[in-house]
Structure formats: structure tokens, C-alpha cells
């Protein structure tokens, strides 16, 4: 009666949905200061006051049918141009509006993308700890996500095992960096070395290999670390963007696609772009952030919160004997559990009211996920039972 693979999808949730929820049902009866929700990558920064006054300005002072009507589906012609500007003026480049496409955010930039590449038999290759959605986002447009394993040490690019994975069926490589889970940021030389790889495999092959960049935490890279700009290394790169993280703002759902004059065959994928939009009723993004989002374009965010959040907590650990690479972007960390069932580590967590993620869901057992967009108090107050929860482990 109806589609298995739907009714899967949509009664199956997320670990990451379950534990939140589960840290909701707990809080009501414990008490929400005594629950310590590591689990969702939901921003605590606040939304800048320049985007809240930009919204508050366009409401007041534009014309509704300007704000709340529909735009052509690309996005609002002005808009696109604002953006293209910022990002030229921020890397370097020379775009302009006609290589944007907006989006209801990364999460359908993602998958538009996924949809306009796809043609059967196609894969689409990622790297462990990936974002666990990239498997149903791939799998609902008929491709097969290929995963290549961990490099635990620093969570760069394992090239041995990448190189295997490669085959005529590679149709892109999904980068997610700074990256979630991990926090990693891909160095200079990792995106080099991936752009000789596949411009190689390209020319082996005889067509393209595009390289998919999912940026939501662009901005949010520590200091001492640059993100490079992918489509600056490597032709054939679509880089999709969110608003959700920089400005705070997950719950609006605005995001933008690059597709630069470089790519092979631009017309042609940016035309299935546009189609690959239209059959995912993506109709527009949602055309009051479309305004706002250009309107603020290029200013600061504020990543201090995390920052020292992720001091805190990283040392915490530490301090209580956990192994973990040191955040270098993003707000995550990815320490290992202390067995190998990363699930079991995790259900003992919750004896002490820790909430974290196992890391099988992210392609890398043996580790798990903390969130440390939360309150600092909340992180302050955790520790000690960290500290409790490593204990039973000596």
C-alpha cells in the first residue's frame, strides 16, 4: 500500500532524534539543569542583532508581495548578486548571480545536487565520520554512498583507501569540512592531494568527477586554521552552503549552490540543478531570508562561545583520560569511547545523564559525538561526571 523504503524512513529515527528526544522525556522528570544533551548540533549562539534588525527592516519598510511572494527558482535576482559579491570578495573568485542557486538550506543543497548528478549505477563516495543523512540523501536518488574508513589520528583523507574505492561509477566525492562529527578542518595539502587524485581519474575515466564541498560550518573554523575554498583547487566543485550555523538561523532553512563557469558542461548541470529542484518541489527558498541573508552577507560571526566551549570541554576530557583529536572547527568533538561498543559506552553514559552519539552512526566505531553548542554552565557541571564515567572503565 505504500513505498517500504518511505515507511523505513519515516517511522525509523535517527540516533541522534532518539537520544534528543529521549534527553526531553528524562528532563521531565529529573529536571532540565540535571540533563546534560550532548546530542543535537542545534546553535545556542544567539542570532546576530544584525540579521534580527535587517529582518526587522525589510518587514517594515518593503512591500509584502516583495518579502512574502514568490521569487523565479533560483532565488531573487538581487539577492544571488549580493551573495556572488561576498563570496568573490571573501575568496577571490568571479562569480556572479547566474552561478548561485538557493536553497531551503544545505540539507536541499545537498540533495538537489545528489539528484541532478545521479544516473544509474552511479556512486558517491565520503569519508568516515560523515554526516549519517548523506546515506538516505544519496539512496533516495537511486546512488550508492561508498565509504571511505577513518583516519583516526587527525581525521584527514585515508588516500590508500580512497584510491581503492575509486571506480568508472564514481560520479562525486562528498567534503564535509570543518567537519561534523569530527571538527576537523581538511588542510591545504589534504584538498590538494584529492584534486590531483580525481583530476587524474578524470582524464583515466573519460568524464567528470564532481567534488560536492558541504560547508555549513565554513565560519566556524578556530584560529590557527583556514578552510580552503575547493572550487580554487579543483574545477568540477559544487560547493553547498547554510546560513543555519553562521547566523543561527537552522530553523529558517536558507542556503545557497556554487556552480562556477568552470565545471564541465555549466549549462548542463546547472540546468539539472534547476530540474533536479523542480521534481523535489523545492518551488524557492523561502524568499524573506533570501533577503535578509544578502543583506548581511560577509559579516562577522561571533564563533567565541564555541570556542571556548570546546577548550573546556576538550579538556575536561583529557583531565578524565578520554583520547580525542582537538577541535579544530565546527562544534564537535569525537573522542574515543572507552570500549569498543561505542553503543554500550553510550547507554552507560546515560546512567550519569550524558546524552552522546555513537560513532557507528557516523561511519567510525568506537568513538562517539558530543555537542558542545550548549550552555557553558551545562559543560562546567558535566564534567565530574565524565570524570565518574571513566572511572568505572579502570
Known sequence: MVSEKMYELGTKKSTIRTIFEFGRKRAAEVGEENIFDFSLGNPNVPTPEYVKEAAI???TNMPPEAV?????????????????????????????GHNLFLTAGAAAAITICFKALCEEGDEFITFAPFFPEYRCFVESVG??????????????????????????????VIVNSPNN???????????????????????????????????????????????????KYYKNTLVCYSYSKSFSLPGERIGYIVVPDEVADFGAVYGAIAGAARVLTHVNAPSLWQLVVARCAGQPSDISTYVKNGQLLYQGLIDAGFTCVKPQGAFYLFPKALE????????????????????????????????????????????????KLAAEYR
Do not use: M, W
Open 57 to 59: 527592516d525589510i518587514l
Open 340 to 387: 569498543e561498543d561505542d553503543y554500550a559506552f553510550c547507554e552507560r553514559a546515560k546512567k550519569y545523564d550524558l546524552l552522546l552519539v555513537p560513532g557507528t552512526d557516523f561511519g567510525c566505531p568506537g568513538y562517539f559525538r558530543a555537542a558542545y553548542c550548549i550552555k557553558t554552565s551545562t559543560i562546567e557541571r558535566s564534567l565530574p561526571l565524565f570524570k
Open 143 to 172: 546512488g550508492k554512498l561508498v565509504v571511505v574508513p577513518a583516519k583516526v589520528d587527525d581525521f584527514q583523507i585515508r588516500f590508500d583507501e580512497f584510491e581503492k574505492r575509486l571506480t568508472p561509477h564514481t560520479k562525486a
Open 181 to 231: 562529527p569530527s571538527g576537523a578542518v581538511y588542510s591545504e595539502a589534504t584538498i590538494q592531494r584529492l584534486s590531483e587524485i580525481l583530476a587524474a581519474k578524470e582524464q583515466e575515466y573519460g568524464h567528470p568527477i564532481f567534488i560536492i564541498s558541504d560547508e555549513p560550518y565554513r565560519e566556524i573554523a578556530y584560529e590557527g586554521y583556514t578552510v580552503p575554498y575547493i572550487p
Open 68 to 96: 512574502h511572494g514568490y521569487t523565479i527558482a533560483p532565488g531573487n535576482p538581487q539577492a544571488r548578486e549580493a551573495l556572488a559579491k561576498s563570496i568573490n570578495e571573501r575568496f577571490g573568485t568571479k562569480f556572479d
